[in-house]
């Protein structure tokens, strides 16, 4: 599995109410996010931002790339440590803190998640398994802010 990989996203604006970008508050915030062979996705800004609060926002898009990349790392570990996951469930938080001129950053991403193992023999694995699957993920390795974890283990 060495080597590089490309991911291509086609984006389109869909937010020309007729008079394009003619004024801040003239144009819709909705895209359209496509990949070959996978369902569109409707995405806008935040709603501070004038988007549309029932359409996926970047801000969303990246703390759930977060959450979903630690979670399918964390199960390769448990498979690695013979840990036998039954039940997965994240709650991620990411804090977006703005600059006040205009732009802004992440803070830091805390995952929440919520693993039931099956035996209780395997909870110490299971914990520490979250290492490994930081250290795995390819998400967590390419931003520039915190990305925390705090786990809590239980078994069947």
């Known amino acids: 599995m060495l080597g590089e990989h ?13 008079t394009g970008t003619s004024g801040y508050r003239d ?25 549309d609060p029932a359409k996926w926002n970047p801000e969303d898009l990246l703390v759930a790339a977060l959450s979903e990349c630690h979670l399918l790392s964390y199960l390769h570990a448990c498979v690695r440590a013979g840990v036998v996951v039954t039940s997965y469930r994240d709650e991620a938080r990411g804090v977006l803190v703005l600059d006040g001129r205009g732009g802004g950053a992440f803070r830091e991403v805390v995952l929440r998640p919520q693993v039931t193992v099956a035996d209780p023999s395997m909870v110490e694995a299971a914990l520490a398994a979250h290492a490994q699957a930081h250290e795995w993920c390819f998400i967590a390795n ?9 786990p809590v283990v239980t078994a069947e």
Not at 6 to 18: A, K, L, N
């Open 6 to 18: 490309s991911y291509f996203v086609r984006t389109e604006w869909t937010g020309d109410r007729g």
């Open 142 to 150: 390419s931003v520039n802010f915190p990305v925390r974890h705090d």
């Open 27 to 51: 144009y819709d915030r909705s895209v359209a996010i496509e990949i070959d062979g996978k369902p569109a996705l409707a995405a806008s800004a935040d709603r501070p931002f004038r988007g």
